[in-house]
């Protein structure tokens, strides 16, 4: 009964638009940075380290994937259909 009312209350918030816009490509990109960090030089480490960084580098490359490429993308395709 709430939803459309947290929806209406959080529709134009842009800390929210963001983390959502995130959402798909950390779900792209997590396994594979913990992958690679796991197999790289801090597999020895301790896992807390390990688990922060996987979340730092995950979060980066997704916004760095969001800007790069999904919004360009984003922009070509909104133009095609004008």
């Given at each position: 009964?709430?939803?459309?009312?947290v929806f209406l209350y959080s529709k134009?918030?842009?800390?929210?638009?963001?983390?959502?816009?995130l959402s798909y490509p950390v779900y792209?990109?997590?396994?594979?940075?913990?992958?690679?960090?796991?197999?790289?030089?801090?597999?020895?480490?301790?896992?807390?380290?390990?688990?922060?960084?996987?979340?730092?580098?995950?979060?980066?490359?997704?916004?760095?994937?969001?800007?790069?490429?999904?919004?360009?993308?984003?922009?070509?395709?909104?133009?095609?259909?004008?």
């Amino acid at each position: 009964i709430c939803i459309p009312f947290v929806f209406l209350y959080s529709k134009k918030n842009t800390f929210d638009r963001s983390i959502g816009e995130l959402s798909y490509p950390v779900y792209l990109l997590h396994q594979l940075i913990f992958k690679i960090l796991t197999n790289g030089p801090l597999a020895g480490k301790n896992h807390e380290l390990i688990t922060i960084a996987c979340l730092c580098v995950t979060v980066f490359f997704a916004f760095l994937l969001v800007r790069f490429i999904e919004i360009p993308i984003d922009k070509i395709r909104q133009k095609m259909l004008k």
